[in-house]
């Protein structure tokens, strides 16, 4: 497979539409995990999904991740006016799309320290949660701490300086950005448990290693998916300083007739 044409193409960003979103994203921080692809199964939709496996420590895992970052000006492409800044993470599961074969992301959910999250839950049943963030990035000191009844978070990560080579599981670097940085479509389980999905757009990112100083995830401490231990020692972790990223908006719900389609 040509990782470098496929990531080559997602690079092209898309015509904008009325309620596409636009956010300059600052202190972003992909921290990965490698476990067993059984404790995440139950929670991903299979006739769906593939949860690809990689060879890492002698054994087939699968891999998922938290992505804690700033919101510098979330707004609306079309209307710039009104601009919102908050700390937002991401957790997601990096799957294969069996019905196009692309590698995309599931997202267990979001959460976003702005009351932005109350107006996407009601109109789109989007899986955001609030929560109030507190971020510090400074002098190699990468801090984040989040409180959420969805999910806690506390997050310290070293700043090595030290750029990013072929981590372990992937052929090629190609292959590892085109995974782990650059998945544009995303799908989860709606509010009112339809399956849901959106895409992004952003640019290639510049990637440098960061060293876990302390990490803990009370998401996925609750699900079963890591231990406390677990947490403390990732698969990697990437940093960026800053990044542009474009969401297509409104997310697209998935009907029956589609997911029927695929069974058949």
Sequence with gaps: MDYRT???????????????VRSTLKHFALIN?????????????????EIPEF?????????????????????FINFPFIKFRFGQTNYRVYVIDRKTG???????????????????????R????????????????????TESK???????????????????????????KLILTHPVDGFFYRLDGALGSYSVWHDEMNIRQGRAKNLYFGLYERLGLLTKDEMQKP??????????????????????????????
């Design 150 to 176: 969805w999910g806690n978070a506390q997050i310290e990560i070293e700043d090595t300086g030290e750029a990013v080579g072929i981590t372990e599981g992937f052929e090629s670097y190609d292959q590892m």
């Design 235 to 264: 698969h990697s972790i990437f940093l960026c300083d800053e990044i542009l990223f474009d969401v297509y908006l409104p997310p697209r719900r998935l009907n029956a007739d589609e997911m029927d389609a695929l069974k058949g």
């Design 102 to 124: 692309e590698h995309c992301v599931w997202f267990f959910g979001t959460t976003l320290g702005s009351v932005v999250v109350y107006a996407a839950r009601l109109s789109w």
């Design 126 to 145: 989007i899986p955001w949660h609030y929560a109030r963030y507190k971020i510090q990035c400074e002098n190699g000191r990468w801090k984040y701490a």
């Design 55 to 75: 060879e890492i420590g002698g054994r087939r895992l699968a891999m998922m991740s938290a992505v804690p970052f700033l919101d510098v000006d979330f707004h």
């Design 6 to 20: 496929i990531l080559t193409q997602r690079l092209t960003p898309k015509l904008s539409s009325l309620l596409d």
């Design 33 to 49: 995990y490698a476990l067993p692809k059984e404790r995440l199964e139950k929670y991903i939709p299979s006739d769906r999904f």
